[in-house]
């Protein structure tokens, strides 16, 4: 068990590393998006090449953090009934789910997924529009998500369990408090969350 | 066993989705695993082709290159900047002091505050959150009524899922196949009429019961000239010029009359502002003295929603932008805005990023489990069994649309807009269209209903927000009786715009829908007519 803890360990900090530094391609996003829009009107230049690197960090922000929402327990639930439920009775709704839910449909995913990229990749496809990017390196994010997002399943059983164990405490994979609210009074970021969801 | 199964597999799928929702396993997975799982089912009773599984890929590419839906992360990043920019204090303050002097004018502070945040942020915890703690205190001390302030305030913030730049409306027009641009446009007339209902309301309290909405007394009000006036006059002289600005340069400039109305409005507007902020601009430096305090204060308050505003949706609806590329160009604003007024630093700028890292992340997961449900929902005709269902209500369109509208609302009470947009549009659009209901009418009609949500007793965030800031005294119980008036004004205004279709209409929407449908044929279809 202590192994297995170890592991979650390192999947939870892989991931969480890879889903904190993923962020800063939506900056780079907003930044070209309005050198775009700006060029555009101005210059009235513009390449295919350039729109479709903006979707391509978008897919890579969403499916890169995925794996990184679910350590923070940020993927959003339906509560009203089993918030009601003992703590250990979610707990164990989240390890069933987890294993009979999650781990299959990764799996489905990548199985379905590889060969998928390989046609891609070998057949040397480009996007559709003129001057297009190459498109098995986008492509090849839905099997690395999945694989990550398995892992990280993987992980949150092993101390979902750790927990019914009593090795676990319950603050390894609970949702954190909003993070800001502290330091900064009001207008503090409320984790974030425009639609505001349970 | 495996007859009734096939012969009523798309009930059987949809309440087994409603058991694993119900479960409280994160929606995302829960829908994805059903999918799959129905998808075994099917092929195994031979409901479905095999093949039909090696569609996944390319459904998760289609959202992957979905550029609409990158507008999600854009809006949310430049809402939660300009959260720590600070223009909510200075608007609450500026403005509450400016309509202080009426009877219930820091209810009518909030309610035009809540809507210009709502058209710049988007961000319904944001608004309510600093309304919350800056003027419900001021309410409370000078003796409101807790229900009305706090009901107000709830109900305020929620605009924001309404007016656009709304990602309610950016997720709809990309469910219903419509472009956003017209679903932004539809939605300004009823969500500014919304805006004047609940105006309409604190009115009707002002005159009703008096004391439940006070005006504040003289020594509440800071922002005042010197010798004690009130600097009114100056501003209204001032706003009195910019109204003449535009006017004259609308009339003069734009003399070719086939120019559309809203893009010489937006014009002309621009001018207005533009020449308003020069004259505080030349005023403040030159120290002219032209100018009351009040009259300068709400001219540098004002300018910043109003040029973000203009900058984002103006550039939507004159069509220089594609409102990705707006909510490209609002968050690079936001971020200017936020750094000139001094209140961004890198820590904060990565915890922005970060949250809205994951904030996309679990909105588009729940696309991504939605695609994969409906993928087999569709296998198995469940999209015939729900037009067969809702067809079948008595009262022809009236009956669709009242049936549909109880059911979201009934729905509100326990899943967010997220979800109700992702499982329930996809089902309902085709039939709607159908029927002949125009799409971008019926997107707007749903999220006015979906605002509800919102606003829902126990569970509804906006009053879980509030709740969070208020003061001890105020009762939580005084929060949900608040909150009734302003449901009741937002079925009152879905009602409306079923009666009048006209304020939610707009002339020549385009139909984004892809023409190319994966064809799947299912051996079996138990609801085709005979």
């Known amino acids: 068990m202590r192994l297995l803890l170890a592991l979650s360990r390192s999947i939870d900090t892989l991931n969480d590393q890879i889903g904190l530094r993923i962020s800063w391609a939506l900056m ?25 690197i903006q979707w391509y960090l978008f897919a890579a922000i969403f499916l890169l953090a995925a794996s990184h929402t679910l350590r923070r327990n940020e993927h959003v639930r339906i509560d009203i009934l089993s918030g009601r439920l003992p703590k250990r009775a979610q707990v164990w709704i989240d390890i069933v789910g987890f294993t009979i839910f999650l781990l299959p449909m990764c799996f489905i995913i990548i199985t379905y997924s590889v060969p998928y990229v390989r046609d891609a990749f070998t057949s040397g496809e480009i996007s559709m ?70 | 066993m495996s007859a009734f199964l096939i012969a009523n597999i798309a009930p059987v799928m949809f309440v087994t989705l409603v058991i694993f929702l119900l479960s409280g396993f994160p929606i995302a997975f829960a829908l994805a695993a059903n999918g799959l799982l129905f998808a075994f089912v099917g092929v195994h009773l031979g409901l479905l082709e095999p093949s039909l599984l090696q ?31 600070g223009m909510a204090e200075d608007l609450l303050d500026t403005i509450g002091q400016l309509f202080g002097s009426v009877r219930g004018g820091v209810a009518y502070a909030v309610i035009f505050v809540g809507a210009l945040l709502a058209s710049t942020t988007g961000v319904v915890a944001a608004s309510v959150i600093s309304m919350g703690l800056i003027s419900l205190p001021v309410m409370m001390r000078y003796g409101y009524d807790q229900r009305i302030a706090t009901g107000v305030i709830a109900a305020s913030g929620t605009l924001a899922q309404l007016l656009p730049p709304s990602l309610v409306l950016i997720v709809l027009a990309d469910q219903l196949g419509r472009s956003v641009g017209d679903m932004y446009r539809a939605a300004l007339v009823p969500g500014l009429t919304l805006t004047l209902l609940y105006a309409a309301y604190v009115l009707l309290i002002s005159i009703v019961r008096p004391a439940a909405v006070p005006a504040l007394p003289p020594e509440a009000r800071h922002l ?36 559309p109305a809203d893009e010489v409005a937006i014009y002309s507007a621009s001018i207005g502002i533009l020449l308003a902020f020069a004259v505080a601009c030349a005023n403040r430096c030159l120290r002219l003295g032209l100018l009351s305090r009040m009259a300068e204060k709400v001219v540098f308050v004002m300018v910043p929603p109003l040029a973000l505003i203009f900058l984002v949706l103006g550039s939507i609806f004159v069509g220089i932008a594609t409102p990705t590329e707006g909510g490209g160009m609002g968050a690079a604003g936001a971020l200017v805005l936020a750094v000139a007024n001094r209140r961004l630093d890198w820590r904060s700028l990565r915890q922005a990023l970060q949250s809205t890292t994951r904030l996309t992340s679990f909105v588009i997961f729940i696309l991504v489990g939605a695609s994969l449900f409906s993928l087999s929902f569709r296998g198995v005709n469940g999209d015939l069994w729900v ?56 997107g707007v009609l749903l999220s006015i209903n979906i605002q509800t ?66 064809n799947i044929q299912a051996p079996l279809n138990p609801y085709a007519p005979d």
Not at chain 1, 39 to 45: E, K
Not at chain 2, 57 to 85: C, D, H, K, Q
Not at chain 2, 412 to 440: N, Q, R, S, T
Not at chain 2, 472 to 478: F, G, M
Request: glycine content about 10%.
């Open chain 2, 387 to 442: 037009e067969h269902l809702l067809t079948s209500l008595p009262g022809g369109n009236l009956g669709f649309l009242i049936g549909v509208n109880v059911l979201f609302f009934v729905l509100a009470f326990f899943l967010d807009f997220f979800e109700l947009a992702f499982i329930l549009i996809p089902l309902i659009a085709p039939v709607a269209e159908k029927l002949g209901i125009d799409l971008v009418w019926l």
């Open chain 2, 453 to 518: 949500s919102f606003m829902h007793p126990p569970f509804g965030f906006s009053l879980f927000y509030l709740r969070s800031v208020a003061p001890a005294e105020v009762k939580t119980s005084a929060i949900y009786l608040g909150a009734i008036p302003f449901l009741c004004i937002q079925l009152i205004m879905v009602a409306l715009v079923i009666i009048f279709p006209g304020l939610a209409h707009i002339k020549g929407a385009v139909d984004m829908t892809e023409k190319i449908e994966l």
């Open chain 2, 55 to 85: 569609a996944l890929p390319s459904r998760l590419y289609g959202i992957m290159s979905n550029e609409t839906l990158l507008a999600v992360p854009f809006f949310t990043l430049m809402g939660l900047i300009l959260e720590r920019s």
């Open chain 1, 129 to 198: 529009n003129a001057g297009g990017l190459t498109v098995w390196p986008v492509k090849a994010l839905i099997p690395v998500a999945f694989v990550m997002l398995f892992a990280q399943g993987v992980s949150e059983i092993i101390k979902r369990v750790g927990f019914l164990a009593g090795m676990v405490d319950a603050s390894a994979f609970e949702k954190q408090a909003p993070p800001g609210r502290e330091q900064d009074g009001p207008a503090a970021s409320h984790a974030g969350r425009p639609g505001d969801i349970q």
């Open chain 2, 224 to 259: 005042r000239e010197p010798d004690g006036g009130s600097g009114l006059a100056s501003l209204g002289a001032l706003l009195a010029l910019a109204v003449a600005a535009s006017y004259a340069f609308s009339h003069y400039y734009f003399t070719d009359p086939a120019r």
């Open chain 1, 28 to 52: 780079v996003a907003v930044v070209i998006c309005t050198g775009n829009a700006l060029l555009r009107y101005t210059l009235h230049v513009g390449s295919n090449a350039w729109l479709e």
